[in-house]
């Protein structure tokens, strides 16, 4: 079984939150507990949304569950949680996790560039001549040349406490521990021995670093074996009298 969100009613129901105060976010407000929804529960089910908001013990939530929010449109297949359609692993650009990850790394300007352009980052610039900022980023201030798991698991960490009604930061809201969650994240990008998953999250993470930081960085988060390139394969063939071993 399996169940999504329309992305049209999500809009309708995200009236404007305030950015002062967090008391009317959380599982009261219907745009803020259905993307904080376990993926196990179906937040269309009235009773479901009921027994969450009651704390019933089948009903709890805790960093044991995926929120909703981490879903590629929201939809999660209970049968097989990490495949395609997944946490983070297969996001699309207008997705919110990825829009928070730009907001707080690369500028609030570029989380919604994908809103106002039709351009994809993967295929080039954007900017020309004229139009690059003058300010640094945070990710250029870090440093920063690619996207790494664990900063992937940081936003999403953030993103979980700005949806929440938790005033201020704590280890755990109410049951759900961050801490726990910002590993569960981190291990499933990072404690991978199957050559298949492996090659999976390697292509994940460079389908964040293009999205994040465009083609244009693209030696720096994916840099080339020149060694191993017509060039210098070429000079060490004359080195080496005609032979390249």
């Known amino acids: 079984m399996s169940h999504s969100t329309d992305p049209g009613k999500l809009n309708k129901d995200c009236i404007r939150l305030s950015p002062y105060d967090k008391s009317g976010r959380g599982f009261h407000h219907e745009c803020t507990g259905r993307l904080l929804c376990p993926v196990e529960y179906d937040w269309n089910d009235m009773e479901h949304r009921a027994k969450i908001r009651d704390w019933h013990p089948n009903f709890l939530v805790t960093a044991n569950s995926w929120p909703t929010f981490l879903y590629k449109d929201n939809d999660y297949d209970e049968s097989d949680p990490t495949k395609v359609d997944v946490p983070i692993w297969e996001v699309i650009p207008a997705h919110i996790t990825l829009k928070a990850f730009k907001h707080i790394f690369t500028s609030p300007s570029s989380a919604d560039e994908d809103e106002n352009t039709d351009v994809d980052r993967r295929v080039g610039p954007k900017r020309r001549h004229g139009e690059r900022r003058t300010r640094n980023h945070v990710a250029h201030l870090l440093k920063m040349k690619s996207v790494e798991p664990r900063a992937i698991a940081y936003v999403a960490v953030q993103l979980r406490f700005a949806l929440s009604d938790c ?9 759900f521990n961050h801490v726990d969650f910002y ?7 990072e ?8 090659a999976f999250v390697e292509d994940l993470l460079l389908w964040w670093n293009r999205e994040v930081f465009g083609v244009e960085a693209v030696t720096a988060y994916a840099p080339q074996d020149a060694s191993k390139m017509s060039v210098a394969t070429s000079f060490k063939r004359r080195r080496t009298g005609g032979s390249t071993v």
């Open 167 to 175: 005033g201020a930061w704590r280890n755990t809201d109410c049951l």
């Open 183 to 189: 590993n569960s994240i981190a291990r499933w990008f």
């Open 191 to 198: 404690e991978v021995d199957d050559a298949e998953d492996k």
